[in-house]
């Protein structure tokens, strides 16, 4: 298990939005005139005043004619709502706040990065105290960024575990006779014990120690009047043979790549993706370096390290994947068509596509966008509409569109290019009636194909269960773009009919 000793862990299971059966559907119960809720008892009750005194199903009315009980409060809308109460309501000075991660999610973001954070800054230098001197100035530093939440940064408090330190006065050994080893097994024997033997009990074995009672060595006085044997048999106390004294030390030691290391923690605030967070917290420490706040003392180094790194590397490969999807695209329409004309007006509606998954990317970060409710279900609820990051499953569900939006223009293209390869055409009249008579013919087949493609996506756009953090926004370009492509019904055929009018007039002009 990855998880420190001072990590807190604790599961928090959430009541479901609606009073529900052993099926999973809402239950309807009893209400009266003034929509309060009849309980069993004859006594009737408030929404609020029923989530007060904490009344469940079994002091209820079930009735199909009646109002779903809500086990959330009114100004609780989805399931972030009640993150954001728990962590007003646990916030504790100099503990980071808990990130909202799963159980497994929380040991993968700690075995990737090391850290109990899904980003943080390693700060690596040649002693403790330095580290962390310099981890304080950069925590009060990013608590200032705008993108990065500030009861979430944290440094490590590397030096503030008490240690005894014992110092051996080796002048004072040497004048009894004793050396460092006589006086390390006294104190190794007195404080920790010493196995001299084992003992056979049945098919148990049990080692016996000698050591010094608690009440012998509980305090530095008391350690310091241990004695010690010299070789000509007087004992000598501790405390004229070494120096006792407190000294503050290291929680933990931690070294990377050969230094010594220490951690600042820290997380993004909402609506903010952790490579801009990452990049406006590495903005902030340059420009205080570069104005003389912040001195970076010598023999320190930072770095920064994440999740976002995955992100980073990820976007690399992205640069180099969606370009050569769009050649792919492209390289296929024209084996289809033989006409580099004819495959650009079909390989338009990837720019339409394209520009409507991020207009519907920007809508789901609109607060206004469909706040609306339709038979008691908020539609931002239902379709889980919150602001969506260009991550790698949005880039993913471009590729994906990039397929598919180009269904529509193959449609109408074919069989213009069909119809019109048949025909000769003498005037413009004659074109126009032909485009209109292709689009006419192939608009059912096209709009059934668009149809039953944003209906598929409707079910993803819903989903809550295992994966639908990943599998929503990838369907959110692909609904959106299939949306805009529809565009593409008019779009090819007005190009297409564009093209053979310029064929017409270059026709004419060279007989006159």
Wanted: aromatic share 10%.
């Amino acid at each position: 298990d990855p998880a420190p000793i001072s990590m807190f862990e604790n599961v928090i299971n959430y009541k479901s939005e609606y009073i529900v059966n052993e099926k999973g559907h809402r239950v309807r119960f009893k209400v009266n005139k003034n929509m309060d809720f009849v309980l069993t008892d004859g006594r009737s009750i408030s929404q609020e005043e029923a989530l007060t005194a904490g009344i469940g199903a079994n002091e209820l009315i079930p009735d199909r004619r009646g109002r779903y009980f809500r086990n959330w409060r009114a100004q609780i809308k989805t399931p972030d709502d009640i993150w954001d109460e728990i962590v007003k309501a646990s916030k504790i000075p100099g503990v980071t706040s808990a990130p909202k991660l799963q159980p497994i999610e929380t040991r993968l973001v700690m075995l990737q990065t090391g850290m109990r954070a899904p980003m943080g800054i390693k700060v690596h230098g040649p002693d403790q105290e330095t580290i962390q001197t310099f981890g304080f100035e950069l925590e009060a530093l990013l608590k200032q960024v705008h993108s990065v939440k500030s009861e979430a940064v944290y440094a490590d408090r590397i030096v503030g575990k008490p240690y005894l330190n014992i110092r051996i006065d080796r002048k004072a050994i040497a004048r009894y006779g004793l050396d460092i080893e006589d006086i390390q097994q006294t104190l190794e024997t007195t404080i920790g014990g010493m196995k001299i033997t084992s003992t056979v009990e049945g098919r148990e074995r049990y080692a016996i120690r000698v050591r010094y009672p608690r009440e012998l060595r509980e305090t530095p006085s008391e350690l310091s009047r241990v004695l010690i044997a010299t070789p000509t048999g007087t004992q000598i106390p501790l405390d004229q043979l070494v120096d006792i004294e407190y000294q503050r030390g290291p929680q933990m030691i931690r070294s990377e790549e050969t230094f010594l290391t220490g951690y600042v923690l820290f997380d993004k605030n909402d609506g903010y993706s952790e490579v801009e967070t990452v990049d406006d917290a590495r903005l902030a420490i340059r420009g205080a370096i570069d104005r003389g706040e912040l001195k970076v003392p010598a023999g320190v180094s930072y770095v920064f390290s994440g999740n976002y790194e995955n992100q980073v590397r990820a976007m690399k490969r992205l640069g180099f994947i969606v370009p050569l999807v769009l050649l792919i695209v492209f390289l296929i329409l024209y084996f289809q068509f033989r006409s580099i004309g004819t495959s650009l007006m079909v390989f338009s509606g990837i720019a339409l596509a394209f520009s409507g998954g991020f207009i519907l990317l920007w809508l789901y970060g609109q607060p206004w966008f469909a706040d609306v409710s339709i038979f008691g279900m908020n539609i931002r609820g239902l379709f889980q509409m919150h602001p969506i990051n260009l991550s790698v499953a949005v880039w993913v569900g471009f590729i994906a569109l990039f397929g598919i939006a180009t269904d529509d223009g193959v449609l109408m293209g074919t069989y213009l290019q069909l119809n019109f390869r048949d025909k000769s055409h003498v005037e413009v009249d004659e074109i126009h009636a032909s485009v209109i008579r292709a689009a006419k013919r192939r608009i059912r087949p096209a709009a059934m194909t668009s149809a039953t493609t944003i209906i598929a996506l409707l079910p993803v756009l819903t989903s809550t269960g295992r994966g639908a953090d990943i599998m929503v926004p990838m369907a959110i370009p692909a609904f959106g773009g299939m949306l805009m492509a529809v565009v593409t019904y008019f779009l090819v055929p007005t190009l297409y009919a564009m093209r053979e009018e310029q064929k017409l007039k270059k026709v004419k002009h060279e007989i006159h």
